[in-house]
C-alpha cells in the first residue's frame, strides 16, 4: 500500500478488547524490552567504570550492542519474510535473555562488552519484528492509534528505565540493570506463542551469508579505528589506516556481493527508491542525534553539576517522555499534512532544542538540561515514527520485513557509528583523563559533543526535503 493510497479500514477496531487486543500487548511488552535497555544502563556508566575501569573503552558498551544489533537486523528482516515473524522474533528473545545474563555476571570490562555484543544480536531480531507485526495487522489509519499504546511504553520505560538504572547504581549494583530484562523476556516469549498465530507458505531460501558477514566485518573495523584511533594509536598509524582500509576495502566488496546476490541481505534496490533512502538517511541521522544524547547527558551532569545517578537519570528521562508524546500525536499530524510536512516540524523543534543544549552546556543546571532532553524527544518522536510509517506502507506484506530492516538498520548504524565518532572526539580531548579526575576538560568535552550533535540535526533538513511531497494517507472510514 502506498502511503498516497486511500486506507478503508476502519480505525476503532483498536485497542486491547479488539480482536488484536492480545497481539498488541505482546508487541508492547516485547517493544518494552529495548526500550527499557536503551535507558537503564546510561546512568550507571560513571558507577560500572568505577567497578570495572575503562573510562576511554565505554563506549564500546553501547557500539558493540549497536553494531551487533544493526548488522543483524538485515539478515533477521530477510528471514522474516520467508519463515515469517514469529521465530525471527522469539530468537531474538532468547539471545536477548542470555546476553542479558552474561552481562550480569561479567567480571571485566572486556567481558562484559562481549556479553553486551550478544544481547545486540538479541535486539537486532526484537525491535524491528515488532514494528513489522504492528505493520503487518494495522493499515496506515490504524498505526496512527497504535502509536498512542506502543509509546506508552516507551513512556513508561522512560520513568522506570533512568529510575532502575540510577537507584541499581546508587543503592545496590549496577549487575541488576541486566537481571531485571529476564522476567520481561519470558513475558514477551509467552504473550508471542500464546497469541500470535501466523499463516506463512514457507519457502525455500539461501541467505546472503557473504555479505553479512563483510558488512560485520566492514563495520566493525571502522568503528574500531575510529574508537582506539588518538587513544590506543595514533592516527596515522599503520594500525589506524589499515583498519580504515580494510574496513572501506570490505564495504566496497558488500556492495558487490550484493548486487550479485540472489536474495541479497540488504537489497540495493531500497536505496534506489527516493521514499526509502531518505527516509533511511533519516533514520541513520536520528540514530546519532539519540545515542549523542543519551551516552553523554548522564556522566556530563555526574561529572560537572555533581548529581546523583538517580537524578541524572531522571534528566534524561525526559527525552524519552517527550519522544512517545510527539509519536502518538504524529499519527494525527501526518494524517492531516503528510509524512513529509510532519518529519519537518519534528526537526525544526529538534534542532532548536540541541543548539539550546549545547549553547548552555557551560552554565546549564538540571532543569535546563531536562528541558531541551524533552523537546529533543518532541522533536525526534516527530520525526522517528512518520519516516518509518512511510517507508512501510510504501511497500506489500513480502517486502515489508526488508524495508523495516534497512529503516531499522539505518538508525542502529546511525547510532553505533555516532557512539563511535563521539567517543573518538571525547578521548581526543581528554587525553587520557577521565570525567572524574579532569571534569573541566570533560565539560569541554561535553560542550563539542552538544554542537555535533545539533550540526547532525540540522543535517536531517536535507533528507527531509527530499522525501516526496504528494505522501498524505487519505482516510475513509
Given at each position: 500500500?502506498?502511503?498516497?493510497?486511500?486506507?478503508?479500514?476502519?480505525?476503532?477496531?483498536?485497542?486491547?478488547?479488539?480482536?488484536?487486543?492480545?497481539?498488541?500487548?505482546?508487541?508492547?511488552?516485547?517493544?518494552?524490552?529495548?526500550?527499557?535497555?536503551?535507558?537503564?544502563?546510561?546512568?550507571?556508566?560513571?558507577?560500572?567504570?568505577?567497578?570495572?575501569?575503562?573510562?576511554?573503552?565505554?563506549?564500546?558498551?553501547?557500539?558493540?550492542?549497536?553494531?551487533?544489533?544493526?548488522?543483524?537486523?538485515?539478515?533477521?528482516?530477510?528471514?522474516?519474510d520467508?519463515v515469517?515473524?514469529?521465530?525471527?522474533?522469539?530468537?531474538?528473545?532468547?539471545?536477548?535473555?542470555?546476553?542479558?545474563?552474561?552481562?550480569?555476571?561479567?567480571?571485566?570490562?572486556?567481558?562484559?562488552?562481549?556479553?553486551?555484543?550478544?544481547?545486540?544480536?538479541?535486539?537486532?531480531?526484537?525491535?524491528?519484528?515488532?514494528?513489522?507485526?504492528?505493520?503487518?495487522?494495522?493499515?496506515?489509519?490504524?498505526?496512527?492509534?497504535?502509536?498512542?499504546?506502543?509509546?506508552?511504553?516507551?513512556?513508561a520505560?522512560?520513568?522506570?528505565?533512568?529510575?532502575?538504572?540510577?537507584?541499581?547504581?546508587q543503592?545496590?549494583?549496577?549487575?541488576?540493570?541486566?537481571?531485571?530484562?529476564?522476567?520481561?523476556?519470558?513475558?514477551?516469549?509467552?504473550?508471542?506463542?500464546?497469541?500470535?498465530?501466523?499463516?506463512?507458505?514457507?519457502?525455500?531460501?539461501?541467505?546472503?551469508?557473504?555479505?553479512?558477514?563483510?558488512?560485520?566485518?566492514?563495520?566493525?573495523?571502522?568503528?574500531?579505528?575510529?574508537?582506539?584511533?588518538?587513544?590506543s594509536?595514533?592516527?596515522?598509524s599503520?594500525?589506524s589506516?589499515?583498519?580504515?582500509?580494510l574496513?572501506?576495502?570490505?564495504?566496497?566488496?558488500?556492495?558487490?556481493?550484493?548486487r550479485?546476490?540472489?536474495?541479497?541481505v540488504?537489497?540495493?534496490?531500497?536505496?534506489r527508491?527516493?521514499?526509502?533512502?531518505?527516509?533511511?538517511?533519516?533514520?541513520?541521522?536520528?540514530?546519532?542525534?539519540?545515542?549523542?544524547?543519551?551516552?553523554?547527558?548522564?556522566?556530563?551532569?555526574?561529572?560537572?553539576?555533581?548529581?546523583?545517578?538517580?537524578?541524572?537519570?531522571?534528566?534524561?528521562?525526559?527525552?524519552?517522555?517527550?519522544?512517545?508524546?510527539?509519536?502518538?500525536?504524529?499519527?494525527?499530524?501526518?494524517?492531516?499534512?503528510?509524512?513529509?510536512?510532519?518529519?519537518?516540524?519534528?526537526?525544526?523543534?529538534?534542532?532548536?532544542?540541541?543548539?539550546?543544549?549545547?549553547?548552555?552546556?557551560?552554565?546549564?543546571?538540571?532543569?535546563?538540561?531536562?528541558?531541551?532532553?524533552?523537546?529533543?524527544?518532541?522533536?525526534?518522536?516527530?520525526?522517528?515514527?512518520?519516516?518509518?510509517?512511510?517507508?512501510?506502507?510504501?511497500?506489500?506484506?513480502?517486502?515489508?520485513?526488508?524495508?523495516?530492516?534497512?529503516?531499522?538498520?539505518?538508525?542502529?548504524?546511525?547510532?553505533?557509528?555516532?557512539?563511535?565518532?563521539?567517543?573518538?572526539?571525547?578521548?581526543?580531548?581528554?587525553?587520557g583523563?577521565?570525567?572524574?579526575?579532569?571534569?573541566?576538560?570533560?565539560?569541554?568535552?561535553?560542550?563539542?559533543?552538544?554542537?555535533?550533535?545539533?550540526?547532525?540535526s540540522?543535517?536531517?533538513v536535507?533528507?527531509?526535503?527530499?522525501?516526496?511531497?504528494?505522501?498524505?494517507?487519505?482516510?475513509?472510514?
Amino acid at each position: 500500500m502506498k502511503p498516497s493510497e486511500t486506507v478503508s479500514t476502519p480505525v476503532s477496531a483498536v485497542g486491547f478488547r479488539s480482536e488484536r487486543g492480545p497481539i498488541l500487548v505482546a508487541l508492547m511488552v516485547t517493544t518494552g524490552l529495548i526500550a527499557i535497555d536503551a535507558t537503564i544502563l546510561a546512568t550507571a556508566v560513571p558507577t560500572i567504570v568505577a567497578d570495572l575501569g575503562g573510562f576511554a573503552s565505554f563506549p564500546w558498551l553501547f557500539s558493540i550492542y549497536l553494531l551487533t544489533q544493526a548488522v543483524s537486523v538485515p539478515l533477521y528482516s530477510k528471514l522474516a519474510d520467508t519463515v515469517g515473524r514469529k521465530p525471527v522474533v522469539l530468537l531474538g528473545i532468547g539471545l536477548f535473555a542470555l546476553g542479558s545474563l552474561l552481562c550480569a555476571v561479567a567480571w571485566s570490562m572486556p567481558a562484559l562488552i562481549a556479553f553486551r555484543a550478544l544481547q545486540g544480536l538479541g535486539a537486532g531480531a526484537v525491535q524491528p519484528m515488532a514494528v513489522t507485526i504492528a505493520g503487518d495487522i494495522y493499515s496506515v489509519a490504524e498505526r496512527a492509534k497504535v502509536q498512542g499504546y506502543i509509546a506508552s511504553v516507551w513512556g513508561a520505560s522512560a520513568v522506570v528505565g533512568p529510575t532502575l538504572g540510577g537507584a541499581f547504581a546508587q543503592f545496590l549494583t549496577w549487575h541488576w540493570i541486566f537481571l531485571v530484562n529476564l522476567p520481561l523476556c519470558l513475558a514477551a516469549a509467552w504473550l508471542l506463542v500464546r497469541f500470535l498465530h501466523e499463516d506463512v507458505q514457507r519457502r525455500s531460501h539461501r541467505m546472503d551469508w557473504a555479505g553479512g558477514l563483510l558488512l560485520t566485518g566492514s563495520m566493525s573495523l571502522l568503528i574500531l579505528a575510529l574508537l582506539e584511533g588518538g587513544h590506543s594509536w595514533a592516527w596515522s598509524s599503520p594500525q589506524s589506516l589499515g583498519a580504515f582500509g580494510l574496513g572501506a576495502a570490505m564495504l566496497v566488496a558488500f556492495v558487490l556481493v550484493e548486487r550479485r546476490a540472489g536474495e541479497p541481505v540488504l537489497p540495493l534496490w531500497v536505496l534506489r527508491r527516493r521514499l526509502l533512502l531518505t527516509t533511511a538517511l533519516i533514520g541513520l541521522g536520528v540514530g546519532v542525534v539519540l545515542m549523542g544524547v543519551t551516552t553523554y547527558v548522564p556522566t556530563y551532569l555526574e561529572a560537572l553539576l555533581g548529581v546523583t545517578p538517580l537524578v541524572s537519570g531522571l534528566a534524561l528521562a525526559a527525552l524519552t517522555i517527550g519522544w512517545p508524546i510527539a509519536a502518538t500525536l504524529s499519527g494525527r499530524v501526518y494524517l492531516r499534512i503528510g509524512f513529509r510536512a510532519t518529519v519537518l516540524i519534528g526537526i525544526g523543534i529538534l534542532v532548536t532544542a540541541a543548539s539550546a543544549l549545547a549553547v548552555t552546556s557551560r552554565t546549564a543546571s538540571v532543569l535546563v538540561v531536562a528541558l531541551c532532553c524533552f523537546a529533543m524527544g518532541l522533536g525526534l518522536g516527530l520525526i522517528a515514527s512518520p519516516s518509518l510509517i512511510a517507508a512501510q506502507s510504501s511497500v506489500d506484506w513480502g517486502e515489508r520485513g526488508v524495508v523495516t530492516g534497512a529503516n531499522m538498520f539505518a538508525r542502529a548504524i546511525g547510532s553505533a557509528v555516532g557512539v563511535a565518532l563521539l567517543g573518538a572526539l571525547v578521548n581526543g580531548l581528554m587525553r587520557g583523563q577521565d570525567a572524574v579526575s579532569d571534569p573541566d576538560r570533560f565539560g569541554d568535552a561535553a560542550t563539542a559533543v552538544f554542537t555535533t550533535v545539533a550540526a547532525v540535526s540540522a543535517l536531517l533538513v536535507v533528507a527531509a526535503l527530499a522525501m516526496p511531497r504528494h505522501d498524505r494517507p487519505k482516510v475513509t472510514s
